[in-house]
């Protein structure tokens, strides 16, 4: 095989061909199965009551009219669930059941984050259960609740550690503050992302049954088999492989059906308290609360250059929101420092605590909001030196990892700007804005980069 880079337009290329989906087939005709159609004998069905605040104590609860509801087979609370041999609320058990789920709801009576599952109801149908979920009535001693780190009751800190410990939360090579105070060019810009939600096509989906007091099924909604698997094994207390989970078909995930989460091992518990398999598929307004977020986020980006435009320094900081018990931040900075050719760079993190549930991996993790930063700001560097926005990266095209010091292994931007450029006809684009209309409407024509680098 050639060890030359292959472009769409050349044999062997993948890029810009058609190819068959292995299961497309399967989904568009409705003969693909997702785990939350897989019928099972004797199935139950559950539905989680949420709480009504965001902070405070659980003070009562009263689960007697659910429960004399036709079809209702049990109300689980806090009070009468089965226990875990470990649960993620502390250390050890976080540890060894992993990322990002850092606690636990219906451990005890605290409340953490609105729409915390405080009940949940196993009737013999849905309808049962989503009725009966209504009754159970709870009263709350109410907390003064943060809703994030703009929130002036809250305090920044540093977590010297981000995504939850996989990675360090500074990064310095040279003196990149010293050589943006003496750069020729200075541009200081402020990126603010708020939540993003996933939601996929699929809601989450659990369907739990116990083939033997120490042999687990789960039929579940995720991207994470054996991450999943490893969880319940160590959350349960019984070996791996009598633990087995199935994932026949996924209705989309983008990061979110990349962890486990709270419904799956509350629905593993309540199976084993009914003594019958037990299906939990989140409602659409859950999947806002359940399984994670991007969480809220400020970059601030320093870039300094040279007159004509060369890199001399790059500086990125980055605020964010986290739950009460995790310090998960997206590395927003990775990208920062990969794309281009900067002698010096400096990142670092703050986070603050807030009355939310631990924001988790959402596509691309970083990449995302971090490449937000850097071509937003590439493009005001081009605008300020009075170049085309192709070349300013060109310019500033990095030959290696400037962060390792590591060539790459491939990397074709070079020739991805030339056909680009070659295609969309951007030789002809009017470079000044606000001078090109269509009708009634401004519009214009721009350019960004963009990797997902494979380590």
């Known amino acids: 095989m050639s060890s030359e880079p292959q472009f769409f337009d050349q044999p062997g290329g993948f890029v810009g061909k058609p ?3 292995v299961e497309g087939r399967e989904k568009v005709t409705g003969k693909a199965k997702y785990s939350a ?3 099972l004998p004797g199935l139950t069905y559950a539905v989680f009551t949420t709480s009504t605040i965001a902070k405070g104590k659980i003070q009562s609860i009263d689960t007697s009219v659910a429960a004399r509801e036709p079809g209702v087979i049990a109300v689980l609370t806090h009070q009468n669930l089965p226990k875990l041999a470990k649960t993620p609320n502390d250390p050890a058990g976080k540890k060894d059941i992993g990322a990002p789920m850092g606690f636990l709801p219906m451990t005890g009576d605290e ?3 609105a729409a915390q599952p405080v009940a949940l109801v196993v009737a013999d149908t849905l309808e049962h259960a989503t009725h009966a979920a209504t009754l159970v009535k709870v009263t709350y001693q109410k907390g003064d609740p943060i809703a994030s780190f703009h929130d002036p009751k809250t305090q920044l800190f540093d977590p010297q550690k981000v995504q939850d410990g996989k990675q360090d939360g500074h990064t310095k090579r040279g003196d990149a503050k010293g050589a943006f105070a003496s750069s020729a060019i200075q541009l200081t810009a402020v990126y603010n992302h708020p939540v993003y939600n996933h939601n996929p096509m699929e809601p989450g989906s659990t369907t739990a049954r116990w083939d033997a007091p120490d042999r687990l099924t789960v039929y579940e909604s995720t991207q994470g088999v054996t991450r999943t698997q490893s969880a319940l094994s160590a959350m349960l207390g019984i070996p791996r492989e009598q633990v087995r989970v199935i994932t026949k078909y996924l209705g989309g995930g983008f990061g979110c059906k990349g962890s486990t989460w709270p ?3 509350l629905t593993v518990q309540a199976a084993k308290a009914v003594g019958r398999p037990v299906k939990l598929m989140l409602t659409r307004p859950e999947m806002f609360t359940s399984m994670g977020h991007r969480e809220d986020q400020e970059q601030t980006l320093q870039l300094g250059a040279t ?5 001399t320094s790059l500086v990125h900081t980055k605020k964010s929101t986290t739950s009460p018990w995790d310090n998960y931040a997206e590395p927003n900075s990775k990208i ?8 010096t760079f400096e990142s670092s993190y703050e986070m603050a605590r807030a009355n939310v549930m631990t924001a988790t991996f959402m596509r691309a993790p970083g990449e995302g909001p971090g490449s937000f930063a850097i071509e937003s700001s590439m493009d005001d560097l081009a605008y300020k030196v009075g170049v085309d926005p192709i070349e300013i990266r060109l310019r500033n095209y990095a030959d290696h990892d400037y962060g390792t010091g590591q060539q790459w292994s491939s990397k074709s931007l ?22 090109t209309r269509d009708g009634r409407y401004f519009v214009g024509m721009g350019m960004a980069s963009a990797s997902y680098p494979v380590h």
């Open 307 to 311: 007159a004509d435009g060369k890199l």
């Open 336 to 343: 920062v420092d990969l794309l281009y050719a900067s002698p």
């Open 414 to 435: 070079k020739q991805c700007y030339a056909r680009g450029a070659e295609l969309f006809g951007w030789s002809k684009r009017n470079p000044k804005a606000g001078a």
């Open 263 to 265: 419904h799956t091992v």
């Open 111 to 113: 409340i953490f984050y």
């Open 37 to 39: 159609e897989i019928p």
């Open 19 to 21: 190819l068959v989906r």
